[in-house]
């Protein structure tokens, strides 16, 4: 059964000039569980950190940690709340 949750969503971007579109295309198709969304560049490095608050079915969390989680060059830790059932 799938539930309902809130979190956090960290990730990081290496070589962020490459990577960049995919994980915008990413974030973009996973917007409806997208409360918020804070992104620092960090130029002199060419690194990127991005932080996403979520509200959503946890499958769906899971999905967008995975296909983040799969570009090269991007690590991505979270935390979900406990899930209710929805």
């Known amino acids: 059964m799938d539930k309902l949750c809130w ?3 960290g ?3 290496d070589n962020r000039h ?3 579109l995919q994980v915008q ?3 973009t198709d996973f917007g409806d569980v997208i409360l918020g969304r804070m992104g ?3 130029r002199s490095a060419d ?3 991005i932080s996403l608050v979520i509200d959503g079915k946890s499958a769906k969390a899971h999905q967008l940690t995975e296909r983040l989680s799969a570009l090269p ?3 991505v830790t979270h ?3 406990d899930c209710r059932p929805k």
């Open 47 to 49: 690194i990127c950190i």
């Open 7 to 9: 979190g956090v969503i």
């Open 25 to 27: 295309e990413i974030l």
């Open 40 to 42: 620092l560049p960090m």
């Open 11 to 13: 990730i990081g971007v």
């Open 18 to 20: 490459e990577s960049a």
């Open 79 to 81: 935390a979900l709340s």
């Open 73 to 75: 060059g991007v690590h």
